[in-house]
C-alpha cells in the first residue's frame, strides 16, 4: 500500500555521556550524565511520542577511540563514547513506557554470531509488538576488531563481505525458519486442547554453510510482528552505498547542510543501485543528520547556540575524528593555515571550506569548529521548519536529530518546531496503528522484492 510522503523524525542518541557534541555534559541543563538509569530514558521515550516522533535511534560503538595522540586516554577524559553501555538494554524499559515509538538500535556484524542475534531481534520484536529496527553496521574502530578476537579490525572489503553473509544468515532465520502458520492457531494458540502447540513440518532448519558462519538452525523464536526488523544503515563509502541499496530500508545520509545537491546525489545513486538488484526505489526512506537550535526568536537561537560553544570541546572532537578516519591529528596545529594541511583524509573538508568563504583565512581550528556546527540548523520555530521543508524538498524523506543537551534540545524542537511542521502538513499528528514498518511503508512484513524474502517459505 503507497502512503503519501511525509516527514520523518527520529531522535539519534547513544547511551553514553559524549555521542556527537562533546563537552556539552558539563552543563548543568543537561542529563547525559544519568545516561546509566532508565529514568532519562524512559522519560525521554515519553516526550518523542508527544511529539509524533517515528523512532529513537541508538547509535553504538564497540571499542575505544584510540589514535588521537596515539592512546584512549582523552577519550576517557572527555567521557568521549566511553564509558558506553549497551543501546539493547534500553529497548525494553522504553518500550514499556510507550505504545507506539519506533526503537531502533545498531549492532555492528562482528559483535555477535548471526543466531544469537537473530533471537535477540525476535525477542524483543515480540515484546514492543513489533516496533524494532536495527542499524546495520561494520564497525570502524580499531579496537573494535581487537576486543572481538580479531588481530585488528578487518579490511574493509571483509567487513562487508561478512556482512552479506551475516545478512543472508539472519534473513534465513528470520523468514525461512518457521512458515507462517506454523503454530498452530494462530497468535491464539488455540490448539492447546490438542495439546499441539506447533506443527513440526513447518518449521525447518536452514542448514547454512558459507565462508564465514556456518548454522543449521531452526530458528529459536516463532515469527515477530516484523520477522525481519526495521533495515537501517549509514555506510557512505561506494562499498557501503552498495550495501545500502540491496538491504537497507531507511538510509543515514550525512552532508553538510549547506549543500542540498549532495544528499539529492547520494538518494539518486542508491536508488539507481537499488534498481539493479530488481528493487523498489520507494522502498527505501533517506535521513539526513541534524542539529536543531531553537529558540523564540533567530537571535536567541544564535545566542543559545553560542552559549553552548563555549562549553564545546575541542580535544573531544580531535579525538573522535581521529577514531573515526583513523588518523592521529593530535599533531596539528589548531592555528595553522587550512591550506597548508597535509592529513589526506582532511582535503574534503577543507575544499568545501576554502569553496564557501573562499576570501577569508581559515586555520585548523575553524574547520574543526565547523564541522562541528555545519549541521546545526539555527534560528525561530518557523526557521527551522523552513530549513527542514527545503531539504525534503530535495529529496530526503527525514531526519535522525541530534541533541546539544538533553532532554532540553528535543523539548525545545518538539513544543516550537513540531506544531509549525505539522501545520504544513509535513509530519504526522496521531500514530498509525501497527508495527514500525507497518507505520513508514504501510506493511509490517519486510518488501517481496528484498533479499530477504527470496526464498521464503509462503
Not at 318 to 332: C, F, K, N, R, T
Request: aromatic share 8%.
Amino acid at each position: 500500500m503507497n502512503r503519501p510522503r511525509r516527514m520523518l523524525l527520529n531522535a539519534f542518541s547513544m547511551n553514553c555521556i559524549s555521542h556527537i557534541h562533546h563537552g556539552m555534559w558539563t552543563r548543568p541543563d543537561t542529563r547525559q550524565l544519568e545516561y546509566a538509569s532508565f529514568a532519562p530514558w524512559t522519560e525521554l521515550a515519553q516526550l518523542l511520542e508527544r511529539g509524533c516522533f517515528d523512532a529513537i535511534f541508538l547509535a553504538d560503538v564497540i571499542g575505544a577511540h584510540d589514535v588521537f595522540r596515539n592512546g584512549s586516554e582523552t577519550s576517557i577524559v572527555e567521557a568521549m563514547q566511553i564509558p558506553i553501555n549497551d543501546p539493547a538494554m534500553l529497548i525494553p524499559a522504553m518500550a514499556q513506557a510507550t505504545e507506539h515509538l519506533g526503537l531502533a538500535y545498531t549492532s555492528s556484524v562482528l559483535q555477535m554470531p548471526p543466531f544469537t542475534f537473530a533471537r535477540q531481534i525476535s525477542t524483543l520484536d515480540h515484546l514492543t509488538a513489533g516496533r524494532i529496527g536495527w542499524n546495520i553496521v561494520t564497525s570502524a574502530l580499531r579496537n573494535a576488531g581487537t576486543n572481538l578476537g580479531f588481530a585488528g579490525l578487518p579490511s574493509h572489503e571483509e567487513r562487508y563481505a561478512r556482512a552479506d553473509e551475516y545478512l543472508e544468515v539472519v534473513y534465513k532465520l528470520w523468514e525461512e525458519s518457521w512458515e507462517d502458520d506454523a503454530v498452530l492457531g494462530g497468535a491464539a494458540h488455540r490448539d492447546a486442547a490438542h495439546r499441539r502447540y506447533a506443527e513440526p513440518s513447518k518449521i525447518h532448519p536452514i542448514n547454512h554453510v558459507g565462508q564465514y558462519y556456518n548454522v543449521e538452525g531452526p530458528h529459536l523464536c516463532e515469527p515477530s510482528p516484523q520477522r525481519t526488523p526495521l533495515l537501517f544503515q549509514a555506510g557512505s563509502s561506494t562499498r557501503g552505498r552498495s550495501f545500502a541499496a540491496r538491504h537497507a530500508e531507511c538510509v543515514f545520509v550525512v552532508d553538510s547542510l549547506a549543500a542540498l545537491k549532495g544528499p539529492a546525489s547520494v538518494v539518486r545513486d542508491i536508488q539507481t543501485q537499488a534498481r539493479k538488484f530488481g528493487r523498489d526505489p520507494n522502498g527505501i526512506r533517506f535521513f539526513q543528520g541534524l542539529s536543531p537550535i531553537v529558540g523564540g526568536t533567530e537571535a536567541e537561537a544564535k545566542a543559545k547556540l553560542d552559549d553552548y560553544m563555549e562549553s564545546y570541546s575541542m580535544d573531544g572532537a580531535l579525538a573522535h575524528i581521529s577514531g573515526i578516519m583513523g588518523v592521529d591529528l593530535g599533531d596539528v596545529d589548531l592555528e595553522a593555515p587550512i591550506e597548508s594541511i597535509e592529513v589526506e583524509a582532511l582535503r574534503g573538508w577543507v575544499k568545501g571550506l576554502v569553496e564557501a568563504e573562499p576570501k577569508k583565512t581559515k586555520t585548523f581550528r575553524d574547520l574543526i569548529r565547523a564541522r562541528t556546527i555545519e549541521r546545526f540548523i539555527v534560528g525561530a520555530p518557523e526557521q527551522v521548519a523552513d530549513g527542514m521543508e527545503d531539504w525534503f524538498n530535495a529529496g530526503v524523506d527525514g531526519f535522525n536529530l541530534t541533541y546539544s543537551v538533553t532532554p532540553g534540545t528535543f523539548v525545545d524542537f518538539i513544543d516550537g518546531v513540531v506544531p509549525v511542521l505539522q501545520r504544513r502538513g509535513l509530519v504526522q499528528t496521531e500514530y498509525a496503528p501497527g508495527a514500525l514498518r507497518e507505520k513508514i511503508f504501510g506493511h509490517a512484513k519486510i518488501a517481496r522484492d528484498h533479499p530477504a524474502t527470496s526464498n521464503r517459505r509462503v
